[in-house]
């Protein structure tokens, strides 16, 4: 009885306002309003799982998914593509020489030339890619290394970079432009394609460099300081280029809408891939004629400038010819998952109606009392 008389007091208290020692101000009360969501009395439904509702999601989930596996597999199938290997680790290989003797520090580049054939012609666009393996670019450092302000056109963090650049931070006393080990380890070798014909003549295909970065890349997260309509030399006088680049940054292109920070190629590369073997995308080949295609059958030369060593690491380069679709590259994946999660939900809906069938009007009647 003396508790129930505290506690009365007490919350009476509460609620009054009753004011402390010294007739400090007020206490408020903690309880929760009496709402119907702080005092948890909204409505809520819990769903009873029963064989008349579990079976026909099952069903459902695999009706669907399975033509939606199927159409996927089939688009993905009819995109075509053409991979070729460069690196030069067979002796075999035109490439072995380069990718034996050239380094980061090599102060001129090897030239080596690679023929292939296509058996089918590539209609529409065709994309060229360049692909590493064993290049881990999710490392934490690795992806941490760089300065958004200073690739953003922030002056301030032209000459003095972010700290998280470091070792690639300052060389020779300067700032280095653009800062970091993504920055430095840029991809530069130099692909052209040549198409021979039946009388042995080469046609050099034409690669489009532009339109191959991301929309908001190119026009808002990458932007040169001062502005595009300014001299670049000027602008990174002050500024080293990155440790192993062969040239400043603001000499990667002569147009000026494809050079220094807005460059392309360089954008494309900064968007780090989440796994050790990727593809990035390198030029566009654009169909001129729709009455021919873009990549007619025959024989073709890959003329490789080989800047970039991969061997140290273990790395792979490859080069890679691909058409799209509706629903982008080559991706077979996606078409075996949704097939496969729909077979598993059919399968699993067939068992469940066997179990129902043979054992479910048993338990029915074992509920009936006598």
Known sequence: MMASSYNAKEEDGH??????????????SKKPDNTAFKQQRLPAWQPILTAGTVLPAFFVIGLIFIPIGIGLFVTSNNIKEFEIDYTGTDMSSPCFNCSNNFSWNSTVPCKCSVSFSLDQPFESN??????????????????????????????TSLTNPSKECEPYRTSDRKAIAPCGAIANSLFNDTLDLFYIDLNGTRTKIELVKTGIAWWTDKHVKFRNPGGNNVNLTV?????????????????????????????????VWMRTAALPTFRKLYRIIQRKNSMTPTLPRGNYTLDITY??????????????????????????????????????????????????????????SADIPN
């Open 15 to 28: 609620h009054s306002g009753a004011s402390g020692p010294g007739g400090g101000a007020a206490v408020k």
């Open 126 to 155: 065709v994309f060229m890619y360049y692909g590493l393996s064993n290049f881990y670019q999710n490392h934490r450092r690795y992806v941490k290394s760089r300065d958004d302000s200073q690739l953003n056109g922030d002056k």
């Open 235 to 267: 602008v990174f006088q002050d500024t080293s280029k990155p440790v192993n680049w062969r040239k400043p940054v603001y000499e990667l292109d002569t147009d000026p809408e494809n050079n220094g920070f807005i460059n392309e190629d360089f954008i």
């Open 307 to 364: 800047n970039y060593p991969v061997r140290s690491f273990e790395g792979r380069k490859r080069m890679i010819l691909s058409t799209i679709s509706w629903m982008g590259g080559k991706n077979p994946f996606l078409g075996i998952a949704y097939i496969t999660v729909g077979s598993v939900c059919f399968f699993l809906g067939v068992v469940l109606l066997i179990i129902h069938h043979k054992y479910g009007n048993r338990s029915n």
